[in-house]
């Protein structure tokens, strides 16, 4: 990650302004404020002042941190440590807007069509929420945004790009390997007592469903993220970058396993899918057919392993529950939007509402959920941004756009049963790329005028 230095015209003003504030503290400090709260205010500037002057190395560091932010933070709060929501915004939220303005500013911004369909999305959504709906609700549902824009203004050169991606492969890939741990040797009790002493979400004393399902034996992986789901679709995203960027197979491998371990169906279709546009982009097709039947075998040995077999057998019967109510959650959605084609708001719809209100409408696909709560033309915003973000990718024919498509194609699939815009943590892992290889897409050519206008010129120049 470059830690160079970046000039800006606020480094000064900046740099004033702080030792002001550092001088009133400390003045302060001497008389009526508690230490603690210096010695947080002298943290503070002082992040702030590294956001400023290394603002690529400070981006690198808090993708890195992502993936484990959840599980620092509940641990913080299991011990009673003070002010620990305070430092999960104040180490992710408020340093990517930092960024986003530090990043456009020094590399300028110009919309593309993905731009205004996010845009025509979130000006409905808030509309919508005006008139019924929650703030929260709403901010909850666009998390993806600010890591996509953040993505929009950041450059990043090709040895930049390569040097992320090994990390990330390599972080995941550890975290996988660490988090099998909780599956084989420690069980559900540790995770069990953090959240009901955190009060994160559970079922009558335990861990809920997504931790387990209908004829396993043992629970499901998802190491230092909230839910199995999410964990599965970063060992999917980690393998992608690994299939574009690596060719070691000793990540592929605790990646891999990891993936199993994660039980996720939706996320080992969406690597299927993800590595086989893979291969028939970048014509690596006897790569695909060794990977191919190594995962398959790695999958067949995993089933005695993790008690796999009455639950592959529910699966393939439809007799699984999970299953059952994917399609009656896709069912519900559609029908909400044939009743409701602006949408019934986002107080009554989704699985995170259905937390608090068991009246509640139970929508977890993502396309449907947005369309659910803020109406059809909403559900035709989010699909538009997507599919033209994916193509404004697909059209940076290099690394970066391979990765990129083939990360959006195994999360579209992913996003047909579950929702996954609502995670801040995994959202920067997805949302992110996706705003940079757009941000690295060539410009189109404006018309076929302009097409025509250009190779007559070129005729008569040569």
């Not at 009526?32 to 981006?59: C, D, E, H, M, N």
């Not at 011990?79 to 990517?96: A, C, I, N, Q, R």
């Not at 006897?286 to 529910?314: E, M, Q, T």
């Not at 989010?382 to 690394?399: D, K, P, T, V």
Request: net charge neutral; proline share 3%; aromatic share 14%.
């Amino acid at each position: 990650m470059n830690g160079t230095p970046v000039e800006n015209h606020f480094s000064s003003a900046f740099g004033a302004s702080g030792i002001v504030l550092l001088l009133i503290l400390v003045a302060a400090s001497s008389f009526f404020v508690p230490l603690l709260v210096t010695a947080a205010a002298f943290f503070a500037v002082g992040w702030v002042w590294v956001i400023f002057r290394y603002p690529i190395g400070v981006l690198g560091a808090l993708l890195a941190f992502m993936p484990v932010d959840y599980m620092v933070i509940e641990i913080g709060k299991f011990f009673d440590l003070p002010y620990m929501t305070l430092v999960s915004g104040f180490t992710k939220e408020v340093p990517l807007l930092l960024l986003l303005f530090i990043l456009w500013r020094r590399n300028g911004f110009k919309p593309v069509a993905a731009d205004w369909f996010l845009l025509a999305l979130f000006t409905i959504s808030a509309v919508r929420t005006v008139f019924d709906g929650t703030l929260v609700n709403w901010v909850t549902d666009f998390q993806f945004v600010l890591p996509y824009f953040v993505g929009r203004v950041t450059v990043l050169t090709a040895e930049q790009q390569s040097r992320w991606a090994t990390r990330a492969v390599w972080i995941i890939a550890v975290l996988a390997i660490l988090g099998m741990s909780e599956v084989f040797i420690f069980g559900e009790g540790p995770r069990t007592a953090l959240y009901l002493a955190t009060d994160s979400v559970t079922e009558n004393g335990t861990l809920t469903a997504a931790f387990g399902g209908v004829g396993m034996v043992s629970m499901r992986e998802a190491s230092t993220m909230v839910g199995p789901a999410y964990f599965g679709a970063l060992c999917m995203i980690a393998l992608v970058l690994w299939w574009v960027y690596l060719r070691n197979p000793v990540p592929a491998g605790m990646l891999a396993a990891g993936l199993i371990c994660s039980v996720t169906r939706s996320a080992w279709i969406g690597t299927a899918v993800a590595i086989t546009f893979l291969a028939f982009a970048m014509k690596q097709w006897r790569r695909l057919g060794l990977y191919a039947a190594l995962g398959l075998g790695l999958l067949v040995a995993s089933i005695p392993i993790l008690g796999l077999s009455d639950y592959l057998y529910y699966s393939k019967t439809g007799q699984d529950s999970s299953a059952q109510l994917h399609q009656a959650s896709i069912m519900t959605g559609v029908e909400l939007m044939g009743e409701n084609p602006l949408g019934t708001g986002n107080r009554t719809v989704g699985a995170r509402v259905a937390d608090e209100n068991s009246n509640a409408a139970w929508v977890e696909t993502t396309y449907l959920a947005f369309g659910a709560e803020y109406g059809i033309a909403a559900a035709i915003c989010f699909l538009g941004f997507y599919l033209s973000a994916m193509w404004r990718a697909w059209r940076n024919q290099s690394q970066l756009g391979y990765a990129t498509v083939a990360i959006m194609a195994g999360l579209g699939v992913m996003m047909l049963v579950l929702l996954m815009h609502m995670d801040r943590r995994f959202t920067c892992w997805v949302f992110f790329p996706i705003g940079l290889a757009v941000r690295a897409a060539p410009q189109a050519v404006k018309s076929w005028w302009h097409v025509r206008v250009v190779t007559a010129d070129a005729g008569r120049l040569g």
